[in-house]
């Protein structure tokens, strides 16, 4: 059987909104544990309902829903971002279920608890990060002419702002002759290496070099 996810252990669900609970326990069950579903009842502005409560709220404390401006439109509210009690942030959305007369009935919010992410963003950016003051270990790469032109490509297409499958045949030929000119061919098998990062046959690079000429 699949965990279920935490719920209030009570509910105050009124009339038609008592539908609405399997589908705040699904959402909260296919995004456990980071999301917490709110139902909050408009006419008693009190919550209803809880899926895997992290708020620590309880159902049937006030929702303060007077403080939202429903517009005659408004359908979704959000995404936006609360702080949780325990400084977490959370990112939201809110859903406004309508009755058949069109007027605003309850509200279902999905609170998505966001640290994680922020946490794992700050590792991620940390360890893919490199001091511009270490720089690279001139005795490593003061010969590594692969290195050079792999960073002179990369800087040549990003100027550009076009990958280098996507490069026209122009583009390649003006590539290569300015790579040409900076010496870059001076490598042993340096012709065979850039035609392999630029996607083209030996014998056409080869034959843009000799059009230099």
């Not at 035609?195 to 070099?209: C, D, E, F, H, P």
């Amino acid at each position: 059987m699949p965990k279920r996810s935490k719920k209030a252990k009570s509910s105050t669900l009124y009339g038609p909104l008592i539908m609405y609970q399997p589908v705040c326990d699904a959402i909260a069950l296919i995004l456990q544990p980071y999301a917490e579903v709110v139902l909050h009842h408009v006419e008693s502005e009190t919550i209803s309902y809880i899926a895997n409560n992290f708020s620590k709220r309880d159902v049937g404390e006030p929702s303060h829903l007077h403080e939202i401006d429903f517009k005659p439109d408004d359908r979704t509210i959000g995404p936006y971002e609360k702080v949780n009690f325990d400084g977490r942030r959370v990112k939201s959305v809110s859903a406004v279920i309508r009755g058949s007369d069109d007027r605003p009935v309850a509200v279902l919010c999905i609170n998505i608890d966001v640290s994680h992410i922020q946490s794992a963003i700050q590792v991620l950016s940390a360890m893919s990060t490199v001091s511009i003051d270490e720089g690279k270990p001139a005795a490593l790469f003061k010969e590594d002419w692969h290195e050079r032109i792999n960073e002179y490509v990369h800087g040549w297409t990003a100027k550009r702002k076009v990958p280098i499958g996507n490069l026209t045949r122009a583009q390649k030929q003006e590539l290569v002759r300015e790579l040409a000119e900076d010496g870059a061919f001076s490598g042993k098998h340096a012709a065979a290496y850039i035609s392999k990062i630029l996607q083209m046959g030996r014998a056409t690079v080869y034959n843009y070099l000799r059009d230099l000429k």
